[in-house]
């Protein structure tokens, strides 16, 4: 993936947020920014179909169409991130909806049915410099391979198993989805409760070539 030398300066733009399970405008605000990012949750509702722990791809995504682990992939949030590479996202995914989901030849994917049982993976992708004029932001930072520029890539990851939490809180590092190499001082922070779960990500994403 590219980056261009050109940094969008001030750009207003609605934040989409999930939240009880809806997609709602939540602020606007202005922030520079060169990469546009979004957070992606794999919520993996039976985790005790798969063959490993934590689930591995071929778990889930092996027995397609079928789906054994009732696995869905559901937005949580999307932002700009300064060309530190610094970045900290949160969001909320309520139970029992699937507004915001999807899964592969599924017209009717599940929603996170039960945060007390669900083994829940956040997904870090990339989807390169906002789009000129800032024309297509919103699909850059709402959608799974929106507005890609010129490319989307999944960068970073970190599982979440129930047998980590601690009075339904669970942290664990993000890693490279390339090499599954730490990212170094980032975190994923999980928290079930009642009606759905909590995400705060902090990390730092890797450079990349001008």
Not at 22 to 27: C, E, P, T
Not at 121 to 132: N, Y
Request: include cysteine.
């Amino acid at each position: 993936m590219n980056k261009s030398n050109c940094v969008l300066k001030i750009i207003a733009f609605a934040v989409l947020i999930v939240a009880n399970g809806m997609v709602h405008a939540a602020d606007i605000f202005y922030q520079e920014g060169n990469r546009a990012v979004t957070i992606w949750l794999l919520v993996i509702n039976y985790p005790e179909a798969c063959a490993s722990m934590p689930c591995v791809e071929d778990d889930v995504f092996g027995s397609l169409p079928a789906n054994p682990t009732k696995a869905t992939v559901c937005y949580l949030t999307g932002q700009l991130v300064r060309n530190n590479g610094k970045a900290a996202f949160s969001g909320r995914l309520g139970a029992g909806s699937n507004y915001g989901c999807f899964f592969p030849e599924d017209p009717n994917p599940y929603a996170l049915s039960d945060a007390a049982r669900a083994e829940v993976h956040v997904i870090v992708q990339e989807h390169g410099s906002p789009l000129p004029g800032g024309a297509g932001l919103e699909e850059q930072l709402t959608q799974f391979l929106g507005g890609c520029n010129p490319d989307c890539v999944d960068t970073q990851f970190s599982p979440h198993v129930v047998a980590d939490s601690v009075e339904g809180v669970s942290t664990s590092p993000l890693q490279r989805i390339s090499d599954g190499s730490e990212i170094p001082r980032s975190k994923s922070t999980l928290t079930r409760g009642k009606f759905g779960i909590t995400v705060v990500v902090n990390t730092r994403l890797d450079a990349v070539a001008p």
